[in-house]
């Protein structure tokens, strides 16, 4: 596979922003860069372990060395956040 190069992790133009409800109505984190997935799963995730949890932990360091996309990273956060229980809405902009 290609590498692509680091990216900016903070940038957000190629990242759809997610909103995840980490512990009812009360919490909830907007993620809208690669950098703000890589903190939700390091600092505000409510578990350690799951296969899906540790696949976006990867693929977000991955994207952030340039190996996939950004959107790669996003759709491994989504799967996380399903095995987590944790809901999630994708807003527009």
Known sequence: MPRLGLVDWR????????????????????VRSLGEVARTLIVAWPTGDGKEYIGAVKSCLDAIRGNVPAKTARA???RAAEEAGIPVIAVVH
């Open 76 to 78: 491994a956060l989504i």
């Open 11 to 30: 940038k957000r133009d190629d990242f759809a922003p997610l909103v995840l409800v980490m512990s009812g109505q009360e919490k909830t984190t907007l």
